[in-house]
């Protein structure tokens, strides 16, 4: 989604969207147009326009709409939500995760493997002496499923969803 210029060291909370009129139908065509043999092409593009024609001023507002309307399709329910910049802490990495969770009260911080393990980002001993216990999802092995129609690795749920519909769920379930 283009966006109006900005500078990396800017808030992401700023990042300031084109008016959705000038780019909303080339993006849907370019959708339409990678998705055309998807089973579920449909789905991906009417969630897609569902969050994009809100016509959003930021970013982070369009990442956030796109979130819900995602979750809502998939069934699950984001009820509770809280943008970070309405906290008070304001560290950088992983003494932001760890502020931020003792801010809401929270004992456990969730993080996906990352590339080589864990996110670059997150120092497992800073969340731990912030009273927060880091658990690693590890996600159903691929091997596992059907090799047809196999989604490619680090995909986007809009793939996915385009790919397998409501089952892409199962594609990101943790195992237990």
Same mark, same amino acid.
């Given at each position: 989604?283009?966006? /109006?210029? *900005?500078?990396?060291?800017?808030?992401?909370?700023? $990042?300031?969207?084109?008016?959705? !009129? !000038?780019?909303?139908?080339?993006?849907?065509?370019?959708?339409?147009?990678?998705?055309?043999?998807?089973?579920?092409?449909?789905?991906?593009?009417?969630?897609?326009?569902?969050?994009?024609?809100? *016509?959003?001023?930021?970013? $982070?507002?369009?990442?956030?709409?796109?979130? /819900?309307?995602?979750?809502?399709?998939?069934?699950?329910?984001?009820?509770?939500?809280?943008?970070?910049?309405?906290?008070?802490?304001?560290?950088?990495?992983?003494?932001?995760?760890?502020?931020?969770?003792?801010?809401?009260?929270?004992?456990?911080?969730?993080?996906?493997?990352?590339?080589?393990?864990?996110? *670059?980002?997150?120092?497992?001993?800073?969340?731990?002496?912030?009273?927060?216990?880091?658990?690693?999802?590890?996600?159903?092995? /691929?091997?596992?499923?059907?090799?047809?129609?196999?989604?490619?690795?680090?995909?986007?749920?809009?793939?996915?969803?385009?790919? *397998?519909?409501?089952?892409?769920?199962?594609?990101?379930?943790?195992?237990?």
């Amino acid at each position: 989604v283009p966006s /109006v210029a *900005h500078t990396r060291s800017g808030a992401i909370s700023d $990042v300031r969207l084109l008016p959705t !009129e !000038e780019w909303l139908s080339t993006v849907m065509r370019k959708l339409s147009d990678t998705y055309r043999r998807a089973a579920y092409r449909q789905h991906a593009l009417q969630l897609f326009e569902e969050a994009a024609s809100d *016509h959003h001023t930021f970013a $982070v507002d369009l990442a956030e709409r796109s979130l /819900v309307v995602l979750a809502d399709y998939l069934g699950y329910g984001l009820t509770n939500r809280v943008r970070s910049s309405a906290l008070a802490c304001r560290e950088r990495s992983t003494s932001l995760i760890a502020g931020l969770a003792a801010e809401l009260g929270a004992s456990a911080y969730v993080y996906g493997p990352g590339s080589g393990g864990r996110p *670059h980002y997150l120092d497992l001993d800073v969340l731990r002496a912030g009273g927060v216990e880091p658990i690693q999802v590890r996600y159903r092995d /691929v091997t596992e499923l059907p090799a047809e129609g196999r989604p490619p690795l680090r995909c986007s749920m809009l793939d996915l969803i385009a790919r *397998h519909g409501p089952d892409a769920r199962r594609w990101i379930e943790p195992c237990a």
